[in-house]
């Protein structure tokens, strides 16, 4: 189990990747997909913070004082397990930059709740911008192929990165997702992480730019609850504009939040299914 958010609970089946295109192979394995268990060295670490918490509880008849310094000493080693899983992911990141960049090749983190739109975003980008670019896509979820299937239609690679009962993509899923990818010099990868406002905004991918996507079927509060995953953001799209006479969303409030939490931030308001300020999100993807 990771540390740093609690995903991955030993025997969820870990984390599968799965090719999907025109010729129907199908590369479906957990060896690809280690990176989350031994690449986090869950099993050494883990597992030596948790057994001395559990004693502590144990110990809880022999004092206040004793059980509180115990507790105390699992939370600091619990505290150096994080950076150090964090850490070890900002490493492979960095060599993912690298590779990328050598390669003209700029990777696109796209983040937000579930059901704010990213795939269908995914798929009118795609068909716009592919006589212009050719565009790939790493598709994560928990489980199945549903999303990947409805990029494969629109006629470019995807491959699924399945995590189980992982919450977020990291930096080894990245680098086993772009080897099967395989793609060409001066394409845009789309990275279509696992819906949550939480965890994703820790680890790196070693992406070129960040995307929050929030949709006026949300909270308008959204930023405020979820400040770490706004301030990491390049750019903001607020989708589904086309359902604001139908929902009650306070456009102005959310703006105002994201400007608060990180004023550099662009934002779009776009409507990916009605095409609305979609002219303005091709054009940013271009200067990339």
């Known amino acids: 189990m990771c540390s740093t958010c609690g995903c991955g609970q030993p025997g969820d089946g ?29 099993d050494a670490g883990h597992g030596h913070g948790h057994g001395h918490g559990h004693g502590a509880g144990g110990d809880a ?8 310094q115990v507790v105390q000493e699992a939370e600091t080693r619990t505290v150096l397990l994080e950076q150090e899983i964090l850490a070890k992911n900002d490493g492979l990141a960095a060599a993912n930059r690298h590779l990328l960049q050598e390669r ?17 975003l995914l798929e009118h980008t795609i068909r716009a911008i592919g006589s212009r670019r050719q565009a790939l896509v790493i598709e994560g979820d928990q ?55 939480v965890c994703p905004a820790l680890f790196d991918l070693g992406e070129a730019a960040r995307v929050v996507i ?23 799209l607020l989708n589904k504009i086309d359902l604001l006479p139908y929902v009650d969303f306070d456009v102005d409030l959310c703006l105002r939040l994201i400007a608060q939490i990180k004023p550099d931030a662009q934002i779009l308001q776009v409507s990916a299914t009605k095409g609305t300020g979609m002219d303005a999100w091709y054009d940013w993807l271009g200067d990339l």
């Open 104 to 120: 003209g090749i700029a990777a696109i983190n796209l983040m937000s709740s579930p059901g704010s739109g990213k795939t269908t």
């Open 214 to 236: 929030i949709s006026v079927t949300e909270g308008a509060d959204k930023p405020a609850k979820y400040p770490y995953m706004f301030r990491t953001a390049d750019l903001v």
């Open 14 to 42: 870990g984390t599968r990747l799965t090719v999907v295109d025109d010729h129907d192979h199908q590369h479906d394995s957990t060896d690809h997909e280690h990176g989350h268990d031994a690449g986090h060295e869950h």
């Open 61 to 68: 008849g022999h004092g206040h004082g004793h059980v509180q």
């Open 143 to 197: 489980e199945t192929l549903y999303d990947a299937e409805r990029i494969r239609a629109t006629g470019t690679k995807v491959v699924q990165i399945n995590t189980g009962a992982g919450c977020h993509l990291d930096a080894q899923m990245l680098t086993s997702g772009l080897a099967e990818l395989a793609p060409p010099n001066g394409s845009l990868v789309f990275v279509e992480n696992v819906g949550n406002l």
